[in-house]
């Protein structure tokens, strides 16, 4: 597959830069190394950032609402170029309302991709009813079925062909982070968020369409995120909106809901995003998972052996707002383990109470330093398709 110009151009660019490995082949130096001399090449500021993913709005300080479908954001102006400039943010994700036909995304991207941070530029598109371009009748390309229909053919060629499909058109447009698959069981049949988006609700099948998925996304050179942990097919309320649970024992989740998780474990998927759901019976708490060091580390890192990069879901959605402050999510998020926190509510008020946490002790720079080394190795896979140039 042939790079856009700009791509190319951004290539060149990024050549020996902060964020990226040298580009000569004749570099021998391992990844861990590289990656320890990136780690020692940055300031606080910029290690921080790249613990932020963010709506492009985030960046404009003039915009004070969160009703952002209406604004449109399709382009960079000014004030972002210039927030950016101090608060560096490692991630970039785009919504419909970001996006309106090919010339215009084509351009925005190009305008992204020379921000500070060497953001990831990343999106929801999973096919069904959750396809920012997709459903996007602008675009010149076709309409994937629901998840649900898919994984109730028990053909788990399908999951990839859908999945290499819009990998390749995403790769097309410049993104590097789909965040799909969604690795849910639709247990519940009441659950208002979830449902058709989840293969099935056989684990097992769950399992096999997921694993097919993000194989057919990294052929296609986009990685993929399995979400929401520990799983939100269990539910029936919206997360969205405010405060949602399982009474589900961990036992119960371990012998359901964690079947495709493990599936994508196994397979090396690189993200994992969490669910805001409460599990009191498996915490004891009634703390949304996101925020939960018993679910973050001694479930998914310890007893599931996961190593890679722990996504919030969106910090700015109801049951995390509805019991929290921003800085306060902010904080005890990455104190449970969280190494990127998505569309934190106001994105500079976070960062800095991050910085201060440091600069405090409250919270330590090598716990900063864990998650950047998770970040950048992520970083140096993106782009590269295994079958298809």
Same mark, same amino acid.
């Given at each position: 597959?042939?790079?856009?110009?700009?791509?190319?151009?951004?290539?060149?660019?990024?050549?020996?830069?902060?964020?990226?490995?040298?580009?000569?082949?004749?570099?021998?130096?391992?990844?861990?190394?590289?990656?320890?001399?990136?780690?020692?090449?940055?300031?606080?500021?910029?290690?921080?950032?790249?613990?932020?993913?963010?709506?492009?709005?985030?960046?404009?300080?003039?915009?004070?609402?969160?009703?952002?479908?209406?604004?449109?954001?399709?382009?960079?102006?000014?004030?972002?170029? &210039?927030?950016?400039?101090?608060?560096?943010?490692?991630?970039?994700?785009?919504?419909?309302?970001?996006?309106?036909?090919?010339?215009?995304?084509?351009?925005?991207?190009?305008?992204?991709?020379?921000?500070?941070?060497?953001?990831?530029?990343?999106?929801?598109?999973?096919?069904?009813?959750?396809?920012?371009?997709?459903?996007?009748?602008?675009?010149?390309?076709?309409?994937?079925?629901?998840?649900?229909?898919?994984?109730?053919?028990?053909?788990?060629?399908?999951?990839?062909?859908?999945?290499?499909?819009?990998?390749?058109?995403?790769?097309?447009?410049?993104?590097?982070?789909?965040?799909?698959?969604?690795?849910?069981?639709?247990?519940?049949?009441? &659950?208002?968020?979830?449902?058709?988006?989840?293969?099935?609700?056989?684990?097992?099948?769950?399992?096999?369409?997921?694993?097919?998925?993000?194989?057919?996304?990294?052929?296609?050179?986009?990685?993929?995120?399995?979400?929401?942990?520990?799983?939100?097919?269990?539910?029936?309320?919206?997360?969205?909106?405010?405060?949602?649970?399982?009474?589900?024992?961990?036992?119960?989740?371990?012998?359901?809901?964690?079947?495709?998780?493990?599936?994508?474990?196994?397979?090396?998927?690189?993200?994992?995003?969490?669910?805001?759901?409460?599990?009191?019976?498996?915490?004891?708490?009634?703390?949304?998972?996101?925020?939960?060091?018993?679910?973050?580390?001694?479930?998914?890192?310890?007893?599931?052996?996961?190593?890679?990069?722990?996504?919030?879901?969106?910090?700015?959605?109801?049951?995390?707002?509805?019991?929290?402050?921003?800085?306060?999510?902010?904080?005890?998020?990455?104190?449970?383990?969280?190494?990127?926190?998505?569309?934190?509510?106001?994105?500079?008020?976070?960062?800095?109470?991050?910085?201060?946490?440091?600069?405090?002790?409250?919270?330590?720079?090598?716990?900063?330093?864990?998650?950047?080394?998770?970040?950048?190795?992520?970083?140096?896979?993106?782009?590269?398709?295994?079958?298809?140039?």
């Amino acid at each position: 597959m042939k790079k856009n110009l700009w791509m190319l151009t951004a290539i060149l660019t990024t050549c020996g830069s902060l964020f990226f490995t040298s580009c000569s082949d004749d570099d021998n130096t391992t990844v861990p190394d590289v990656i320890e001399q990136q780690l020692q090449q940055m300031t606080l500021r910029e290690k921080i950032g790249q613990m932020f993913m963010t709506r492009i709005e985030s960046l404009d300080t003039t915009i004070h609402t969160h009703d952002y479908a209406p604004i449109k954001t399709q382009e960079v102006n000014q004030t972002m170029t &210039n927030v950016n400039a101090d608060y560096p943010v490692g991630g970039i994700i785009l919504y419909a309302h970001n996006i309106n036909d090919e010339t215009q995304l084509t351009h925005f991207v190009s305008q992204i991709r020379r921000f500070k941070g060497a953001p990831m530029l990343c999106i929801d598109e999973e096919g069904g009813r959750v396809a920012r371009i997709g459903n996007n009748p602008n675009f010149n390309v076709d309409k994937i079925q629901p998840m649900g229909t898919i994984g109730a053919t028990g053909d788990p060629q399908q999951a990839y062909n859908a999945a290499n499909y819009i990998g390749t058109y995403l790769y097309r447009y410049g993104f590097d982070v789909d965040f799909a698959p969604v690795a849910d069981v639709n247990t519940n049949p009441d &659950n208002i968020v979830i449902g058709a988006r989840a293969f099935s609700d056989d684990p097992e099948v769950a399992a096999t369409m997921v694993v097919s998925y993000l194989q057919g996304l990294k052929d296609a050179g986009i990685t993929g995120c399995i979400k929401h942990f520990p799983g939100h097919g269990d539910t029936k309320a919206d997360t969205h909106y405010g405060y949602a649970q399982s009474l589900k024992t961990w036992d119960e989740i371990s012998n359901c809901e964690m079947i495709p998780f493990r599936a994508g474990i196994n397979w090396g998927c690189q993200l994992i995003m969490t669910a805001h759901i409460s599990l009191p019976n498996v915490s004891g708490a009634d703390m949304p998972s996101t925020l939960s060091s018993y679910i973050l580390q001694d479930k998914l890192r310890k007893e599931m052996g996961y190593k890679n990069v722990i996504v919030a879901d969106a910090m700015e959605m109801g049951a995390i707002t509805q019991q929290y402050n921003n800085v306060e999510a902010t904080l005890l998020g990455i104190q449970a383990g969280l190494d990127i926190i998505l569309n934190p509510y106001d994105l500079v008020e976070a960062f800095d109470a991050v910085v201060d946490a440091v600069n405090k002790g409250t919270i330590s720079e090598a716990r900063i330093d864990e998650s950047v080394r998770r970040i950048l190795k992520l970083k140096q896979s993106l782009r590269q398709p295994t079958s298809k140039e």
